[in-house]
Every structure is written in C-alpha cells, then in structure tokens.
C-alpha cells in the first residue's frame, strides 16, 4: 500500500490547475486512485485518495467530476470516512472531495 500511498501523494502535488487536473484524468488517474482505494482499505491509502480526488475534482469544469461519479469515487469516499472515523486528516480530505461533488451537482 506505500506504493499507491504515495503515487496519490504525487498526483496531489501536480494537480495545482485545471490544465493538470484534466490530463491526469484523461489518462486515467481517477480510475487509479479508486481502484488503489478499493483494493487498499490502509488509512494512508484511504487518506491519500480523498485527498486526490479533493484535488482533482476542485475546479469548474464538470469532466472530473463526471468522472469520480461514474466510477465509484463517491463511495470509495464514504467507505474511506466508515472505514477510518478516527483519522482526522482523512476525515477533511473526504469531506472536501464530498463538498467538490456536491458543488459540481450536474455529475
């Protein structure tokens, strides 16, 4: 799990505007961290992916948002939160990607 802990470190630390945010989508990095967090219940993966997907569904273009919908993000996010109640860090990330989808309702 270090691994995909820090491969959404990584897409974090890119995702810095709209630009990246909709390339690291187009080439699949939703699906990636979804995936890691499906397949990964450790809180540093669980952390990490909210955060990322905080990241990259923060903007005003609905595609991300689109996409985190269609692929499950939005419960890999509450499993996070069920899974890890007492990982503060965890808990914002989550609810900041929770508050990006519901800002951007049209997904």
């Not at 897409?11 to 961290?33: K, Y």
């Not at 903007?59 to 503060?88: E, K």
């Amino acid at each position: 799990p270090m691994v995909q802990e820090q491969g959404c470190k990584a897409l974090a630390s890119i995702s810095s505007d709209d630009a990246m945010r909709l390339r690291i989508g187009d080439v699949g990095g939703i699906e990636a961290v979804i995936t890691a967090m499906r397949m990964h219940s450790s809180a540093g993966v669980q952390e990490e992916g909210c955060n990322v997907l905080r990241h990259l569904i923060n903007n005003n273009d609905l595609t991300n948002s689109i996409r985190v919908g269609d692929r499950g993000g939005l419960d890999a996010v509450v499993m996070a939160m069920r899974s890890h109640p007492m990982r503060r860090h965890l808990q914002e990330n989550a609810c900041y990607a929770l508050r990006s989808l519901c800002h951007n309702n049209d997904a």
